[in-house]
């Protein structure tokens, strides 16, 4: 004769509907809900902390034949700043795969 309560009749959830936890084992349950929750609150936290800067002025110049992207960061330099920096920084602000100019072109220089 069969168990009314057999283990084969306790199927709920994922076949878990029998189970029970201990002290121990809803501790750990908590610990673990903790653990995720702290991580997700400290990936919130860096999302916040690496928002855009503020904003550059910026004036427009449209690239005469022969003028070059050094001579415009040599325009616009501060005093001690690498010219090879700010050149980086001239090529990031207008989006250049490159730091070739074409007559014509327009490009974005801070305000001095």
Sequence with gaps: MQNAHSTSDARGFLGLGGLRLTRRGRVVIA???????????????????EAPGAGVEVRLQTVAPGDTLWQYAQSVRGAGEDLRDVVA???ELNDLPTAELQAGQVVLLPQE
């Design 31 to 49: 610990a673990l809900v903790l653990l995720v929750l702290v991580g997700a609150g400290l990936v919130g936290q860096r999302a916040v902390a």
């Design 89 to 91: 920084e001239l090529r």
